[in-house]
């Protein structure tokens, strides 16, 4: 069994054609066709279903598929060591953020990072902050950017601390409360909100801070991004909370102190077991010590 046999595996599982995967792998479509028959005879099972329309995992090629992305991804990174060992820092860069990152410019930490290491393949994915961790820990993200109320911590990772900070709320210029410096819970709490979806960490974070105030909120509208609640938020269909770091880049809304509001920590993660060269090369351009 060869490497980029399991390659082939790998880029026909995930495109769903021989065809695409072929382009993909820079290889004509019979010299992958021949391989991946060569694999499955030496396997004596069938990896794929092959139809006129679509190809599709068999059960044997289902149980097959993440034992050999492990052992491909196992490859990448005993390459990148061995490059690292040379002066070369090369090999995957994926990195996960939240949408409200304020404490780091990571555009701009990763044009760093190109320019410094310009073999290193570059990705960038947005989530939130749970599921992050989530990939973090089974090595799907190298590093991510997380935002969590200061009674939570992540688990099963490596964490640094960039910055603390409280939220503020953003209403509408017409809105009533625009003319006032600040605001409570207490009053918040009579509006119609737009928030992150239920159960994510940055919503948990604002229910809690109303729960423990004995208050009840009307969160109406549930969006994944900051820039669609200020969207909202401008029409003066409801109000919102964000971080006040995050705060001075939305438009079309005024910012308001929240005399009781909540704190929150940004974080930046990694996992210690599977910490590429390129991660610690990034974690560098950050200043975090690792």
């Given at each position: 069994?060869?490497?980029?046999?399991?390659?082939?595996?790998?880029?026909?599982?995930?495109?769903?054609?021989?065809?695409?995967?072929?382009?993909?792998?820079?290889?004509?479509?019979?010299?992958?066709?021949?391989?991946?028959?060569?694999?499955?005879?030496?396997?004596?099972?069938?990896?794929?279903?092959?139809?006129?329309?679509?190809?599709?995992?068999?059960?044997?090629?289902?149980?097959?598929?993440?034992?050999?992305?492990?052992?491909?991804?196992?490859?990448?990174?005993?390459?990148?060591?061995?490059?690292?060992?040379?002066?070369?820092?090369?090999?995957?860069?994926?990195?996960?953020?939240?949408?409200?990152?304020?404490?780091?410019?990571?555009?701009?930490?990763?044009?760093?990072?190109?320019?410094?290491?310009?073999?290193?393949?570059?990705?960038?994915?947005?989530?939130?902050?749970?599921?992050?961790?989530?990939?973090?820990?089974?090595?799907?993200?190298?590093?991510?950017?997380?935002?969590?109320?200061?009674?939570?911590?992540?688990?099963?990772?490596?964490?640094?601390?960039?910055?603390?900070?409280?939220?503020?709320?953003?209403?509408?210029?017409?809105?009533?409360?625009?003319?006032?410096?600040?605001?409570?819970?207490?009053?918040?709490?009579?509006?119609?909100?737009v928030d992150l979806p239920a159960g994510t960490a940055g919503r948990i974070q604002t229910d809690q801070a109303f729960t423990a105030a004995g208050l009840v909120r009307d969160v109406a509208f549930e969006v994944s991004t900051a820039d669609y609640m200020a969207r909202l938020v401008e029409q003066n269909l409801c109000v919102a909370m964000v971080p006040?770091?995050?705060?001075?880049?939305?438009?079309?809304?005024?910012?308001?102190?929240?005399?009781?509001?909540?704190?929150?920590?940004?974080?930046?993660?990694?996992?210690?077991?599977?910490?590429?060269?390129?991660?610690?090369?990034?974690?560098?351009?950050?200043?975090?010590?690792?």
């Amino acid at each position: 069994m060869e490497l980029q046999q399991m390659r082939y595996v790998v880029a026909v599982a995930e495109t769903n054609s021989f065809t695409r995967a072929a382009e993909r792998c820079l290889v004509v479509q019979s010299a992958l066709s021949h391989q991946i028959a060569r694999l499955e005879r030496e396997l004596g099972a069938k990896l794929f279903e092959r139809t006129s329309r679509r190809v599709r995992l068999t059960p044997a090629g289902a149980a097959f598929l993440p034992a050999a992305q492990q052992c491909l991804e196992a490859a990448d990174r005993a390459a990148a060591e061995v490059a690292a060992a040379v002066g070369e820092i090369r090999g995957r860069l994926a990195v996960g953020l939240i949408p409200t990152v304020a404490a780091v410019d990571v555009p701009g930490a990763l044009r760093e990072i190109r320019g410094r290491y310009p073999h290193v393949r570059i990705g960038l994915c947005v989530g939130a902050s749970d599921n992050l961790v989530e990939k973090v820990k089974q090595g799907t993200l190298d590093v991510a950017f997380l935002g969590l109320p200061i009674t939570a911590r992540p688990h099963g990772v490596a964490a640094h601390e960039l910055a603390r900070g409280r939220l503020v709320a953003v209403v509408a210029p017409d809105h009533p409360l625009a003319a006032g410096p600040a605001v409570d819970l207490r009053r918040l709490a009579e509006e119609v909100f737009v928030d992150l979806p239920a159960g994510t960490a940055g919503r948990i974070q604002t229910d809690q801070a109303f729960t423990a105030a004995g208050l009840v909120r009307d969160v109406a509208f549930e969006v994944s991004t900051a820039d669609y609640m200020a969207r909202l938020v401008e029409q003066n269909l409801c109000v919102a909370m964000v971080p006040a770091t995050y705060a001075p880049k939305l438009t079309g809304v005024v910012t308001l102190e929240i005399a009781d509001a909540p704190d929150r920590i940004e974080y930046v993660i990694w996992n210690r077991a599977t910490r590429t060269p390129a991660a610690t090369a990034f974690l560098s351009v950050l200043g975090v010590p690792c």
